[in-house]
Nanobody
Framework: QVQLVESGGGLVQPGGSLRLSCAAS????????MGWYRQAPGKQRELVAT???????SYADSVKGRFTISRDNAKNTVYLQMNSLKPEDTAVYYC?????????WGQGTQVTVSS
């Protein structure tokens, strides 16, 4: 059983920064692709960033140059560093682990960007 626990969300002013963390239980983290998704009120869940086991990363156009995804296999943790935050980044952010075609999700952490 894989469990994902996100942390690091909160309220931040426009232009500010937050760092999200997602800790995974189990022994499959190092062989799993990881990702961050977000869902704003009234909108569909969208992909924010992914990182493969090789370390290759990809980003949604809306966050390129502002967000950075990284992983620490020794700690079974994936991070999302978010800089230059905008009000439109406000959403619940979800961690995703994908291994052998099976997807697991965290419970989500709220990020609110507002003055």
């Amino acid at each position: 059983q894989v469990q994902l626990v996100e942390s690091g969300g909160g309220l931040v002013q426009p232009g500010g920064s937050l760092r999200l963390s997602c800790a995974a239980s189990g022994s499959i983290f190092s062989i799993s692709a990881m990702g961050w998704y977000r869902q704003a009120p009234g909108k569909q869940r969208e992909l924010v960033a992914t990182i493969r086991t090789s370390g290759t990363t990809s980003y949604a156009d809306s966050v390129k140059g502002r967000f950075t995804i990284s992983r620490d296999n020794a700690k079974n943790t994936v991070y999302l560093q978010m800089n230059s935050l905008k009000p439109e980044d406000t959403a619940v952010y979800y961690c995703n682990l994908n291994v052998l075609g099976v997807a697991y999700w965290g419970q989500g952490t709220q990020v609110t960007v507002s003055s």
